[in-house]
C-alpha cells in the first residue's frame, strides 16, 4: 500500500535554533499534504494544508513564519520550525490524501521534536 | 461546535471479549467520510475502518465493525476478540466533502485490553 515516510523521527534541538522535518510520499503523488501537531494525551491538530507548487493554508492561531511550509514537489513537502522555543516540543505528523477518489489518507509515522 | 467527539477518554476490556468505542459527528455536508485511526505508543497512525456517507451498508474490516447510524450522527467503532495488542489510542475522524480535503480528528479514547 501507499506509504508516506518522515524524517527525521526524532530530534532533539536547542532553543533558537530551526528545525527542517521532510514528509515524502513514497509510492504515489500527493498534491495537498497536511501538517498536523500533536501533544502529549491529546488530539492532532491540523496546522496547515501543503500545496504542491503554491502557497500553503495555516489554520487559525498558526503562525505561518514560525512554520514555514514549502511543497516544492509532488513528493516532498517540509515542514521549518524557525527559531524554536521549547513549546514549540511536539509530536508533529504529515499526511497525504491517496490516490484520487481514494478516500483514505496516509500518516507518516511522525517526528518528535524537544526544543531545550 | 465539535465537529468529532469521542465520548470516552479510556476504556478497559477483557481479552477476548467485545468493545464498543463511541463516537459522534457534526455537519451540514451530505458527502461525508468517517474513519478509525488507531495510535500505539509509537505514535504512527494506523488506519483502521472507513465509511462513506452514502453507504448503506456498516463497514467491516475484519474484526473491526463500524456501526453508522446516520439519524443520529454517530460511527461506533466496534473491536471484536479483544487482544492484548489493541491497547492503544483510537480516534475518530470525519472528512466533510470529497477526497483530498482535511480531517477533523475526536480527542480519543485509550483503550487498555486486560489479559
Known amino acids: 500500500g501507499a506509504v508516506v515516510s518522515q524524517h527525521p523521527s526524532w530530534v532533539i534541538c536547542k532553543s533558537g535554533t530551526s528545525v527542517k522535518i521532510e514528509c515524502r510520499s513514497l509510492d504515489f503523488q500527493a498534491t495537498t499534504m497536511f501538517w498536523y501537531r500533536q501533544f502529549p494525551k491529546q488530539s492532532l491538530m491540523l496546522m496547515a494544508t501543503s500545496n504542491e507548487g503554491s502557497k500553503a493554508t495555516y489554520e487559525q492561531g498558526v503562525e505561518k513564519d514560525k512554520f514555514l511550509i514549502n511543497h516544492a514537489s509532488l513528493t516532498l513537502s517540509t515542514l521549518t520550525v524557525t527559531s524554536a522555543h521549547p513549546e514549540d516540543s511536539s509530536f508533529y505528523i504529515c499526511?497525504?490524501?491517496?490516490?484520487?477518489?481514494?478516500?483514505?489518507?496516509?500518516f507518516g509515522p511522525g517526528t518528535r521534536l524537544l526544543v531545550l | 461546535a465539535q465537529k468529532i467527539t469521542q465520548t470516552q477518554p479510556g476504556m478497559f476490556v477483557q481479552e477476548k471479549e467485545a468493545v464498543t468505542l463511541d463516537c459522534t459527528y457534526d455537519?451540514?455536508?451530505?458527502?461525508?467520510?468517517l474513519f478509525w485511526y488507531k495510535q500505539p505508543s509509537s505514535g504512527e497512525m494506523i488506519f483502521l475502518i472507513y465509511q462513506g456517507s452514502y453507504d448503506q451498508q456498516n463497514a467491516t474490516e475484519g474484526r473491526y465493525s463500524l456501526n453508522f447510524q446516520k439519524a443520529r450522527k454517530s460511527a461506533n467503532l466496534v473491536i471484536s476478540a479483544s487482544q492484548l495488542g489493541d491497547s492503544a489510542m483510537y480516534f475518530c475522524?470525519?472528512?466533510?466533502?470529497?477526497?483530498?480535503?482535511?480531517?477533523?480528528f475526536g480527542t480519543g479514547t485509550s483503550l487498555t485490553v486486560i489479559p
Open positions: 455537519t451540514s455536508d451530505p458527502s461525508y467520510g
Open positions: 499526511s497525504a490524501p491517496a490516490l484520487p477518489y481514494q478516500e483514505t489518507q496516509y
Open positions: 475522524a470525519m472528512r466533510e466533502g470529497w477526497t483530498g480535503n482535511q480531517f477533523y
